[in-house]
């Protein structure tokens, strides 16, 4: 009997010009977490989506507990014993869990008996995981760290004994990956084997058995992980050395650029979203917002970039309060041309048009720049052109101006978009999450990136959960609980016991 619950051998694939997997080999032992890192692009989420039956091999071979198989969809994989939790979810928001999980695998003509069947099952597997989801709650009014577990327990139901998780903590607070690793471990205890796909070598150090590093498709290093070291994993990721510490020298802020006075925002329900927020940015400072998600930050940010109108309160931009500017345009228009970028949280939905071409997406938001257009019609010459010298700059992979921005992985898209809002040349970048589901090497690029502005006198206001960033890049940083301000520390006096207690909505 093998002591594997996965075997890949040889594994190739092609989509067009570009080599997905090139002779991928990896053996995954039964009842261990196995990590598999990389860069964005480097090929992991198609090799899973290869065991899972997405995809189909071009050469090579799957085993499955020893024996050769042939995985042809994912009701294949199913019946295997393989269940995979993607990246974003696959549920249906307006049904309860209990529908979600037995969705696709009722259990027969007669619905109520395989919900009552169903029920129990459930709770069996809550209890066994301590994945605490009640099973009538509806879908949708969950937050994201319940709507995964929904997900696992979905694999779990069909008889999962292979779960790959594709960057699972990509949506995850703090607290919510923590609760997520505890479940890990007991699947692991019950003797479930566990393939993680991600590139945060925090959590792969915290959680994993063996790490399998991937680079332009290809393994380049199969270790055990007590064997290595954050730097060491890095290194192999990227293939060169990594400073994974921020270089950021002390610095004296200029002048006020950014003061929001007494600001407020009340949605349709009467619930206060923002509560009197009063906070400066200046010149030459990146001043960090922590925060546990869903306590205002995105609001903060969408309301400053002119996306959403504040109940109440002042923006004052170099002096002026923009609430009082008369336009016919857009906000969100007149803030740009005044020389507010933003990069929003969610590039797929707020900063790309994913059926757009890369050299399209270039522009996006700066459609009048005289030098791309003349007389109302865009010069195609120039865009790509400006395209080209974003790809040479933030070295965008593929270096394919013409390429649809969609096919990019996620640290790329990212990549076109601060490309796009520098190059505006703003006074102040707003910026939500830059380096969310982004790998080490382009992490280490975006971070210096935001120093050489902040350095260049630029005011930059950041948002991140990754309270590691919001350390490393910010010189004051302002913690949000419950849509208020609950304290604000220099950066150099800060750490992450203080500002999980401000977070928690413990006051200065």
């Known amino acids: 009997m093998t002591d594997f619950a996965i075997e890949l051998n040889g594994i190739c694939k092609r989509f067009g010009a570009v080599q997905a997997n090139r002779d991928v080999s990896m053996n995954i032992a039964k009842g261990s977490i196995h990590g598999i890192i990389g860069e964005n692009g480097a090929g992991k989420s198609t090799l899973m989506s290869i065991l899972y039956g997405y995809y189909q091999a071009d050469s090579g071979s799957i085993a499955v507990d020893g024996k050769t198989v042939r995985i042809r969809n994912s009701q294949e994989a199913i019946r295997l014993g393989i269940g995979m939790v993607h990246q974003h979810f696959m549920l249906v928001d307006n049904f309860t869990v209990l529908e979600n999980i037995v969705l696709g695998a009722e259990g027969g003509l007669l619905l109520k008996q395989g919900l009552a069947k169903a029920r129990e099952h459930l709770q069996a597997l809550n209890r066994d995981y301590s994945l605490e989801v009640d099973p009538d709650a509806i879908v949708g009014e969950l937050g994201v760290g319940l709507q995964q577990r929904v997900e696992i327990l979905k694999a779990l139901y069909r008889g999962a004994d292979v779960l790959i998780l594709d960057e699972p903590t990509a949506v995850l607070t703090p607290q919510e990956a923590d609760h997520l690793f505890c479940i890990l471990r007991a699947l692991r205890e019950q003797g479930k084997t566990v393939i993680l796909i991600t590139h945060k070598l925090r959590e792969v150090m915290d959680i994993t058995d063996a790490v399998s590093v991937m680079r332009a498709g290809t393994v380049v290093g199969n270790v055990r992980t007590a064997d290595v070291d954050k730097e060491k994993l890095a290194d192999l990721m990227v293939g060169r050395k990594v400073t994974l510490k921020v270089d950021k020298a002390e610095r004296a802020p200029g002048a006020a ?87 929003p949280e969610d590039r797929s939905r ?14 996006l938001g700066y459609h009048d720049d005289k030098s791309v257009s003349k007389g109302g019609l865009y ?115 800060a750490d992450t016991v203080s500002l999980g207690l401000l977070m928690g909505g413990h006051k200065q």
């Open 257 to 343: 650029v950014l003061d929001v006075r007494q600001l407020c925002l009340t949605d349709a329900r009467g619930v206060k979203l923002l509560d009197d927020l009063n906070f400066q940015v200046r010149a030459g400072e990146i001043v960090g917002i922590a925060g546990v998600s869903g306590n205002g930050q995105s609001e903060l940010l969408e309301v400053l970039a002119g996306m959403l109108e504040p109940t109440s309160g002042e923006i004052r931009y170099q002096g002026t309060d923009l609430l009082q500017e008369k336009s016919t345009q857009p906000r969100a228009a007149l803030y740009r041309r005044k020389g507010i970028a933003h990069v």
């Open 379 to 493: 010069s195609r010459q120039a865009l790509l052109a400006r395209t080209r010298d974003f790809i040479r700059q933030f070295d965008i992979r593929p270096d394919n101006a013409q390429l649809r921005v969609g096919l990019l992985s996620g640290g790329n898209q990212q990549k076109v978009v601060l490309a796009r809002e520098i190059h505006a040349n703003p006074d102040l970048l707003l910026i939500g999450q830059p380096t969310r589901g982004v790998d080490i090497g382009a992490i280490e690029f975006i971070h210096k990136r935001l120093v050489e502005l902040r350095d260049a006198g630029k005011a930059i206001l950041l948002v991140s959960v990754e309270l590691e960033e919001i350390l490393a890049l910010s010189d004051r940083i302002l913690v949000m609980a419950g849509g208020q301000i609950s304290g604000e520390v220099a950066a150099r006096e």
């Open 350 to 363: 707020e900063g790309l048009v994913k059926s757009f071409p890369m050299f399209e997406n270039a522009i």
